[in-house]
């Protein structure tokens, strides 16, 4: 069994910063992909930042150049850091990972999620 955890979630003012955790844990041999999508009320789940084994990133538009995603392979953890945060900003966050597992199988996992709300 393979888990996500995310961290990092709070209250901040329009302009502030946050810095989100996720931490994957079980039976991994490798984790391919790391992602952060959020799902704001009333809206769909959409796409915020994407990580590689590689290293190589993708953003979504409404967030380039303000949010940064990184990972540390060595401690299964991807990061979020959220700066000049805007109040649509706000919704929850959701770390996303494929994993292959010891026994070689592929896994699409999902974390509980982590709240975010930007003030204006």
């Known amino acids: 069994q393979v888990q996500l955890v995310e961290s990092g979630g709070g209250l901040v003012q329009a302009g502030g910063s946050l810095r989100l955790s996720c931490v994957a844990s079980?039976?991994?041999?490798?984790?391919?992909?790391m992602g952060w999508y959020r799902q704001a009320a009333g809206k769909q789940r959409e796409l915020v930042a994407t990580?590689?084994?590689?290293?190589?990133?993708n953003y979504a538009d409404s967030v380039k150049g303000r949010f940064t995603i990184s990972r540390d392979n060595a401690k299964n953890t991807a990061y979020l850091q959220m700066n000049s945060l805007k109040p649509e900003d706000t919704a929850v966050y959701y770390c996303?990972?494929?994993?292959?597992?010891?026994?070689?199988?592929?896994?699409?996992?999902w974390g509980q999620g982590t709240l975010v709300t930007a003030s204006s």
């Open positions: 996303n990972a494929v994993v292959q597992t010891s026994a070689g199988r592929y896994l699409q996992v």
């Open positions: 990580i590689t084994s590689g290293t190589s990133t």
């Open positions: 079980g039976s991994i041999r490798s984790i391919n992909f």
